[in-house]
């Protein structure tokens, strides 16, 4: 089992920025994949950023140049983390973390409750 809790978000004025951070605990190692999802009302959950087990890191079109994804390993949890600069008010979403067990003959994907940015002015 995993779990995972967001933190960071709140309302912001277009321009500004936030830092979205994720506490992963369980099943979870320094390796395990993540990534932040979004989605915003009326629209499909999307890819933001992520990181891959290998330590690569992709991002969406939208937000490249803007957005940083980071972890941080302590002891047995592991910290993940959204940098949110420049921000557009089409940022505006629920913010999800995600990490991904791969099991042998599939994967479990794993959700966190989900963390409100509103971009407005």
């Known amino acids: 089992q995993v779990q995972l809790v967001e933190s960071g978000g709140g309302l912001v004025q277009p321009g500004g920025s936030l830092r979205l951070s994720c506490e992963a605990s369980?099943?979870?190692?320094?390796?395990?994949?993540m990534g932040w999802y979004r989605q915003a009302p009326g629209k499909q959950r999307e890819s933001v950023a992520t990181?891959?087990?290998?330590?690569?890191?992709?991002?969406a079109d939208a937000v490249k140049g803007r957005f940083t994804i980071s972890r941080e390993n302590v002891k047995n949890t592991v910290y993940l983390y959204l940098q949110m600069n420049s921000l557009k008010p089409e940022d505006t979403a629920v913010y999800y973390c995600?990490?991904?067990?791969?099991?042998?003959?599939?994967?479990?994907?794993?959700w966190g409750q989900g963390t409100q940015v509103t971009v407005s002015s």
């Open positions: 990181i891959n087990s290998g330590g690569r890191r992709n991002y």
């Open positions: 995600n990490a991904v067990i791969l099991r042998p003959g599939g994967q479990t994907d794993y």
């Open positions: 369980g099943n979870i190692f320094s390796m395990t994949p």
